[in-house]
């Protein structure tokens, strides 16, 4: 009787451990995140500084102090030269948005389109841009503290990675040390393919902007290029602001019908062309498994979810197939497995 009283005791502490965990884990939702963010940004940090030792063959000291040193050369040089000319362009651009918006109102009204339904328009576009406004705040303050902890982590990965490993068991450290890197090689691969489809899609949205003649085109072709973060929504996302824009240029649909194709050019060389050739030499995640987890992050953790969403798909794809299944991912130049 005795035993199993304890037994029954036992289960019940558990239960209530997993439960407390649990609760715990969701109100450290944006923590957790933010911590996602960091170590994404020390894997960016890493990749530069592989680059820099690859091609000073210097050691990774001096690799990483010459990487951060660039990083914030360029921060700082794209501030002085570009800062306040871009936060005037950013200041027009909002207003044509904002213009855009009460045209294509006008444009519902003549088509005989009720009060009530541009009210609610009205609404739900007021509530989203105080969402924005309130989530792009709290964004910029945690960059500025995934900026500082990633540089941390770029600075000792070794001892982040092996204090990690001290909460396993010793005869299971050196798995979870290599389950570890064969996840973190995969979300390196999938980083460098998204930074080449972002700068890419930014060139040619800027490109295509200027040719139409729409104003600002720097802005519109950053915002399409910062877009393409999120994967296979971002370039829909990112035609909004230039749409909203063309509206403004003239009374007719002609700059709004460029722009939509131009866009529309835009994305399909990006899903096309740029898309598969950057698949054969980086890691590609399935379009549905991509997309669930970009809407599931969302519910969990917001707005800043969807920004994120692609790269926890990556690194849940990549535990549930390299580490769970131990099946290998091939790319262009090397094999990821356990």
Known sequence: MRLQ???????????????????????????????????LLAMVFDLLTEAVSRICHIRRGWSFAIATVIIIAV??????????????????VMQRISAGEASFRAMLQRMGFGTSLLDTGNSLISSMLGNVVSTGTGLFEGAIIMLIASIYLAA??????????????????????????????????????QLVLMVTVG??????????GLPNPIPLGLVAGLTEAIPYLGPWIGAVPAL????????????????????????????????????????????????????????????????????????????VKIVYLKQKVETGDQTISV
């Open 75 to 92: 921060i700082v040089l794209c501030l002085s030269l570009f800062g306040m000319n871009l936060v005037q362009q950013f200041g027009q």
């Open 203 to 212: 060139i040619l949205s800027t490109i295509a902007v200027a040719a139409i």
């Open 156 to 193: 000792r990965p070794e001892a982040h990675r092996d204090g990690a490993a001290d909460f396993f068991p010793p005869d299971s450290r050196k798995w979870f040390l290599r389950s570890l890197g064969a996840v973190g090689e995969m979300l390196k691969e999938w980083i460098l393919g």
């Open 5 to 39: 009283t304890e037994a029954t005791l036992r289960t019940a502490a558990i239960w209530i451990g997993v439960a407390c965990t649990a609760f715990l884990l969701w109100e450290l939702r944006p923590a957790i995140l933010m911590a996602f963010g960091a170590i």
């Open 244 to 319: 909203l824009v063309a509206l403004t240029v003239s009374n007719g649909f002609g700059p709004v019908i460029m722009t939509g194709i131009a866009y529309l050019g835009v994305h399909l060389i990006e899903g096309y062309v740029v898309g598969p050739l950057i698949q054969r030499w980086f890691v590609g995640i399935p379009p549905a498994i991509m997309l669930l987890g970009i809407f599931a992050s969302q519910i969990i953790f917001g707005l800043p979810g969807v920004i994120f969403g692609g790269p926890i798909a990556v690194a849940i794809f990549a535990v």
